[in-house]
């Protein structure tokens, strides 16, 4: 039985020190790295030859057979179904079997096979997916913006960044589109966007189970059921189940913290209501609600604020010591109740209609988002902050029409196009709870005033503050898109699409309660901790966006294009409180972001060589944004922490690459590769770096400054080996194939704050995982894995901890996990 492998992942250049056989990589070997690199590009690879009965030599001078072309993959990222090596257009795709093989199930583990993507996360509703860096603000969720990356599953958007995080279910390919994406996707993206699609109804029945086992109670089961119901109506049902003890100790509470917690589930009818027309209905609901989400104490940051109201004077003057100052201890303290409870629902139906020259698409969808954390804010077992609440619960619906022209063109002078209407609406209740406790006036405000003036240990102890926030979006578009045959080798597509959008917000926030006083000195202490503050807003665009492509066929296999694109990240509400102006109201000038505009030129190459058995493709790309929606800070009276307000200029360019290698029919091979240079241009009004933080608030210029949540390099390499024979015992033979495999991912340090401070950097990491397995030919499938084989030590995340005082705590990364999975089809 052949492995065909068809791993499409990216190699990115984040070099990480290898230092074995302790925990910690150092660096990625680069000897080992050009060797892998040169058995897939070496000459001899290149040189297309068709014949079957061909061997290769390849660098190394050992012969490799000739294998089957890699197999076709089909891509919808324009709408229509196309081979993703004919696509024009900076494309990545993972499919179902690449998910498989490399035990991809969540988003965040799709990043290591993605290196263009991160997901900055310290909960679900403050998560940050970038694409080429850029695409969400890092650190401040906004009910009243969307993210800059769209997240798309089966043609359906998902509005709140909580939908990142929830498990991959029956996923039949994940299409990582990179740049703006400005014409055909429902909302428009300045970043990219990640197009999802699940494994449709099969009228000929089929069945899959699989069950997984691991350390730390890691326990993963999945079920899939499809076939045909009546001779027109095909049913689809999928369920998983993942858990996972804890990965970090609570000595507070002497329980384990950080644990994984999640289900989902989705149904699907397909309809042949006639032989040119069919309907997919399709619901999902998924529900997580780990123990999770607290950080643990990193290190400490010297301001240059007084040393008293620095970390290690407030901890002594408390006579507080972290639980370990090693976050690889993974040891935490807090003593408040943390929880990331949300559930995601919905449901589609999805109509095609063939017309024969044309084809008609409508695509209806309601969603739900409901979010109820707990959080212990100052992540110590003091009480500081003891409570950040902020349960959110989010409906939308949208609605589009489509209609394309059938039969692809290719003779010269010949069209295809796709136009279509997009509708988007959505609703989000916010009612959030901050509480100080005990400790809070020590460590946020200090013992004395300017002036001389006492600050009671009590002025804020149970200080609360309640905040009201609501949201609404109405969005609408047309858009069209062409491609004119303009010779057989030569086209261009043009497109354009025309938004325009209104939104409504109202946020009311009410404090109350700590010690009762009338000095005016106290009370405007405790309003810098938080005040009342109501206002109303409304926000209306109207913006073109769209892209011009060229490309051009040398052959059959290799196609190079250049590409413009404009995208348009919306603008909204800023909904999470804004500045005061000198008499204390609301600075209304603030309530308002615009528009973020992002335009990329992106020059491509894809080609296919020796039979179809490899792949290369490269894309060089310059991105320029303008108005960036950013954390600012206000140096006028009564400032708050930060607020989300549009810079100037930030731009970035990368070089990607990625390949695929069929080497043999029971070898095969992926690698690839982002680099990407992101900076802040022009940002005058930014947030002080840590180490530059002094008393009062004043905007810092980071102008010139790395823009954060980017690696400059990151990438994968990745091999899976078979070879036959069975499985024998003393009276029975199973037929079927063994396999090996291993995956490697590497990113380079990156800074985890808006402000880019030098202590918030997060160090390179790569991770390794390993297979050993047996597949029969009846479809059953048995394997040990090692995730993060060598036990690498990384953070995934870094905050400053509220109040500046210089500590610095964050997400420590998964430990290696060694477990058994059994798969079986049916």
């Known amino acids: 039985m052949s492995v065909q492998s068809d791993l499409n992942l990216y190699y990115g250049t984040k070099s990480k020190k290898l230092e074995l056989p302790t925990r910690r990589y150092r660096a990625l070997n680069p000897v080992a790295l050009a060797a892998s690199l040169a058995i897939i590009t070496s000459p ?35 709408k229509r179904e196309e081979n993703v090596q004919d696509v024009p257009i900076a494309i990545s795709v993972l499919t179902a079997q690449d998910l498989d093989k490399t035990g991809t199930y969540s988003t965040e583990q799709l990043t290591r096979l993605q290196p263009s993507i991160q997901l900055i996360s310290s909960n679900p509703r403050n998560t940050a997916v970038t694409i080429r860096g850029l695409g969400s603000v890092i650190g401040l969720t906004n009910d009243g913006l969307e993210s800059g990356v769209g997240f798309y599953v089966d043609e359906v958007y998902y509005a709140r960044p909580g939908s990142a995080v929830v498990d991959l279910l029956d996923i039949e390919r994940v299409e990582v589109l990179r740049g703006p994406q400005g014409t055909l996707f429902g909302k428009n993206t300045t970043a990219g966007a990640l197009n999802l699609s699940t494994a449709a109804p099969t009228f000929t029945p089929e069945g899959k189970a699989e069950v997984t086992l691991g350390e730390d109670g890691y326990t993963q089961g999945k079920a899939i059921i499809s076939g045909g119901l009546t001779k027109k109506v095909a049913g689809r049902l999928a369920a998983s189940s993942t858990r996972r003890d804890g990965t970090v100790y609570n000595v507070t509470t002497g329980a384990k913290q950080n644990d994984t917690n999640s289900q989902a589930l989705r149904g699907q009818l397909l309809i042949e209501a006639a032989p040119d027309l069919t309907i997919k209905l399709s619901a999902d609901y998924a529900y997580q609600n780990p123990n999770a989400n607290t950080q643990v104490f990193v290190r400490y940051g010297a301001t240059k604020r ?34 990331a409870r949300q559930i995601l629902k919905g449901s589609s ?12 698409t409508s695509i209806s969808a309601v969603r739900a988002w409901d979010w109820t954390p707990q959080n212990d804010r100052d992540y110590t077992a003091l009480a500081i902050r ?22 692809s063109a290719n003779g010269s002078g010949e069209l295809d196009w796709v136009a279509g209407l997009y509708a988007f609406a959505q609703d989000v209740e916010t009612h959030g709870t901050e509480q100080w406790g005990k400790d809070g006036a020590r460590w946020l405000i200090g013992q004395t005033l300017s002036g001389g003036i006492s600050v009671p240990s009590n002025l804020i102890d149970g200080y609360t503050s309640n905040t009201d926030v609501y949201s609404s979006t ?94 348009y990240k919306s603008g909204g509400i800023n909904a999470a409180g804004i500045p005061t102006d000198a008499a204390g109201n609301p600075s209304l000038v603030s309530a308002t972001v615009q528009p973020e505009k992002s335009t990329t030129v992106e020059l491509g190459l894809k080609s296919q060589w020796l039979g ?60 690839t590769y982002a680099y990407t240079d992101g900076q802040y241009d022009s940002f005058r009004n930014g947030p002080p770096p840590l180490e530059e933080l002094a008393s009062g608030t004043a905007a810092f210029d980071l102008s010139g400054r790395d823009l954060p949540g980017v690696s400059k390099n990151a ?61 029969t030919d009846n479809g059953t499938d048995v394997s040990i894995y090692a995730r993060n084989a060598f036990d690498e030590d990384y953070l995934s995340f870094l905050s400053i901890q509220a109040g500046n005082s210089g500590a610095v705590y964050g997400h420590v990364g998964d430990p290696r996990n060694i477990g058994l999975r059994v798969k079986a089809e049916f």
């Open 612 to 671: 179809r058995r490899l792949t290369t493709n490269f894309a060089l790309y310059d991105t320029k944004v303008t108005d960036y929606q950013a954390n600012v800070v206000d140096a006028g009276p009564g400032a708050l922490r930060g607020y989300l307000a549009n810079i100037e200029k930030v731009s970035v360019r990368g070089f990607e690459f990625d390949s695929r290698a069929q080497l043999t029919d029971s070898w095969s091979v992926y690698a």
């Open 715 to 775: 990438g994968s390499l990745g091999t899976e080996y078979g070879w036959g024979g069975g499985f024998s015992g003393p009276s029975f033979h199973i037929p079927g194939e063994w396999y090996s495999a291993a995956d490697l991912s590497y990113r380079s340090d990156w800074n985890s704050d808006a402000s880019v401070s030098k202590y918030l950097v997060v160090e390179a990491s790569t991770l390794v995982n390993l297979r050993l397995g047996f597949r």
């Open 386 to 407: 003891t409570k950040s609440n902020n349960p959110s619960a989010q409906e939308q619906w949208s609605q589009e029409f489509r209609l394309a022209s059938n039969n």
């Open 306 to 339: 007084s040393a008293a109201s620095q970390f290690p004077a407030l901890a002594a003057a408390l006579n507080y010591q972290p639980a370990s100052e090693n976050p690889y201890d993974r040891l935490v303290d807090v003593n408040s109740t943390i929880q």
């Open 474 to 567: 109405d969005s609408y578009a047309a858009y069209a898109q062409a491609t004119w045959h303009i010779t057989e080798d030569f086209r261009v597509t043009p497109g354009v699409r025309y938004t325009k959008e209104e939104k409504t917000g109202d946020f009311t926030q009410v404090a109350s309660g700590g010690l009762t006083t009338t000095d005016a000195a106290l009370i405007t202490a405790k309003r810098g901790i938080a005040r009342n503050q109501k206002y109303d807003a409304e926000f209306s665009d109207s913006s073109p966006t769209g892209q011009l492509n060229l490309a051009y066929d040398f052959n059959d296999d290799q196609l190079v294009y250049l590409n413009w694109a404009r995208g």
């Open 349 to 360: 139906a999805k109509v095609d209609w063939d017309l024969g020259d044309y084809s008609f």
């Open 44 to 78: 001899a690879l290149l040189a297309d030859n068709n014949s079957s009965s061909a061997v290769t030599e390849v660098a190394t001078g050992a012969a490799v057979a000739t294998a089957a072309p890699l197999e076709v993959i089909k891509v919808t990222a324009r």
